[in-house]
């Protein structure tokens, strides 16, 4: 039995060994194969390799034939070239030989002609090539002259109308009248009040016309003076507003348009900045600026020409690369002393630079302001442009009437003259100066004195002054008493 057991175990490890030995040949003939495979790989590589270096080779060997061929062309046309040189540089020499020769002989037979030396003929050549050459230069200089003020009158004419086409802006002159709309026709028996009681408190008290037209929705009110007129105005929408229309009512109404005056300069002021792009006005010069509104020059409205003096300046200043915020700035404020002329001595350009200088405006727009109507020297270059835009605005087509100052000096003249009488404490010159309205005060003028001052007043006025047709004055004396009862 243990002869058995040892006979099947030698037999199967003699199996066993038999299997090993089996599958190592098998694999040492795998691992064979698989390295043959690789040789051949890299043997067909490698002759692969080799033929694309022996085509190279054969590349690099008909280039180099190519190249010793262009070597061989270009040193035989290097030395065509370098005969043709020596050739061109034996002709220059000749040439230069020959011309100096040419010129000795020229200049010798010059001198021998007119009968000079050698130095004697060259400084007279030279002496008459120079004048020559000054006379074409001084020719040359006038005709750039002239070119340039051409051009730059052209330019100059292109800036200005470029500006003013971008100020689409409507005529500022202004008229002695305004209409006043009604919301109905019970409105002007309203205003015109029990035979006339409340149209003459109105007349009287603001000093304008009230002008009544049938058939129109609407009444008229006439002044030569725009302060007056435009308190009046406010007035009368008010009571149209409100629509209980009395002699006390239109005392109210009045003194509450006096009082709210200062509030509609502020507004007027303040919406003239804003038009005109402006920023950084002090208080003061906001209120005078809107004072501007209701002074005119030749009927043009002072503020609306300030408004579009900036514009003009600013549009000027950006085409010629001046700086446009200064010039826009300077140009608005450029007649802010017209505001205070009346309680203030010197011209307006002065007084309007003082103002400006005094309320922190720069140096540039200072003296700009001062000098816009020469009394100056302008400074800068901004200062010219704010004297352009002034002369552009005011002579816009339209802009201003040569009659409406004219119209306005003659009744304030009349009012001036009139209100000189003792006893006289206001004089309204309406219906265009026709009609002159003395108020006197009753403790200086008594009823019997009326008509003798109002007789005395009218001779005055026909032997000082001069006017077409008939003027009317009226005295008024009224006294009035009040009291309180505690």
């Known amino acids: 039995m243990a002869q058995v057991i040892a006979t099947a175990a030698t037999l199967i490890l003699l199996l066993v060994s038999l299997l090993l030995v089996h599958f190592a040949r098998r694999e040492a003939s795998d691992i064979r194969r698989s390295s043959q495979e690789e040789v051949q790989g890299i043997r067909t590589e490698a002759r692969d390799l080799l033929s694309e270096a022996q085509r190279r080779e054969e590349r690099v060997a008909l280039r180099e034939k190519e190249l010793s061929s262009d070597q061989r062309a270009a040193q035989k046309y290097s030395r065509v070239l370098e005969e043709r040189a020596a050739v061109v540089s034996r002709d220059e020499r000749r040439l230069h030989d020959e011309r100096t020769g040419y010129e000795r002989a020229q200049r010798e037979a010059l001198a021998d002609i007119a009968h000079l030396e050698m130095?004697?003929?060259?400084?007279?050549?030279?002496?008459?090539?120079?004048?020559?050459?000054?006379?074409e230069s001084r020719s040359s200089i006038r005709r750039i002259e002239?070119?340039?003020?051409?051009?730059?009158?052209?330019?100059?004419?292109?800036?200005?109308?470029?500006?003013?086409?971008?100020q689409a802006a409507a005529t500022s002159s202004e008229s002695a009248t305004v209409w006043i709309d009604l919301p109905n026709e019970e409105m002007k028996g309203r205003i015109i009040g029990r035979e006339g009681r409340n149209i003459r408190a109105f007349e009287a008290l603001t000093g304008v016309n009230v002008i009544v037209e049938e058939g129109v929705n609407a009444v008229q009110l006439?002044?030569?003076?725009?302060?007056?007129?435009?308190?009046?105005?406010?007035t009368l929408?008010?009571?149209?507003?409100?629509?209980?229309?009395?002699?006390?009512?239109?005392?109210?109404?009045?003194?509450?348009?006096?009082?709210?005056?200062?509030?509609?300069?502020?507004?007027?002021?303040?919406?003239?900045?804003e038009a005109a792009g402006v920023k950084g006005i002090s208080h003061e010069v906001v209120l005078a600026l809107g004072r501007l509104r209701l002074r005119t020059s030749y009927g043009q409205t002072v503020l609306a020409h300030l408004v579009e003096c900036g514009q003009i300046a600013a549009d000027i200043a950006s085409e010629i690369g001046a700086d446009a915020d200064t010039a826009r700035r300077a140009a608005f404020l450029h007649d802010v002393g017209k505001a205070f002329t009346h309680n203030t001595p010197g011209t307006h350009a002065a007084i309007g630079a003082a103002v400006a200088a005094e309320h922190g405006e720069s140096s540039v727009v200072v003296n700009a302001i001062a000098a816009h109507h020469d009394e100056v020297p302008q400074e800068s270059v901004e200062a010219v442009i704010v004297q352009v835009a002034d002369a552009v605005s005011a002579g816009r087509e339209g802009a201003r009437r040569e009659d409406s100052d004219g119209y306005v000096e003659r009744l304030e003249n009349l009012e001036h003259l009139v209100a000189e009488h003792t006893g006289v404490s206001r004089v309204l010159a309406m219906s265009a100066g026709r009609d002159v309205r003395v108020m006197v005060d009753p403790g200086e003028v008594a009823d019997t004195a009326v008509p003798e001052l109002a007789r005395t007043i009218a001779e005055h006025i026909s032997k000082d002054l001069s006017f077409p047709g008939e003027i009317k004055v009226t005295v008024i004396r009224e006294l009035r008493a009040d009291a309180v009862a505690g």
């Open 222 to 234: 006439s002044c030569f003076d725009v302060e007056r007129r435009e308190i009046a105005e406010v």
């Open 237 to 273: 929408h008010a009571l149209v507003d409100d629509g209980r229309i009395h002699p006390q009512r239109v005392e109210a109404a009045y003194a509450t348009a006096v009082e709210e005056a200062e509030q509609r300069h502020e507004e007027a002021g303040l919406d003239a900045i």
């Open 146 to 166: 002239r070119e340039t003020r051409r051009k730059a009158d052209a330019k100059a004419r292109e800036i200005l109308v470029s500006a003013m086409q971008r």
């Open 119 to 135: 130095n004697d003929a060259k400084k007279e050549l030279e002496a008459r090539l120079l004048a020559e050459a000054k006379e």
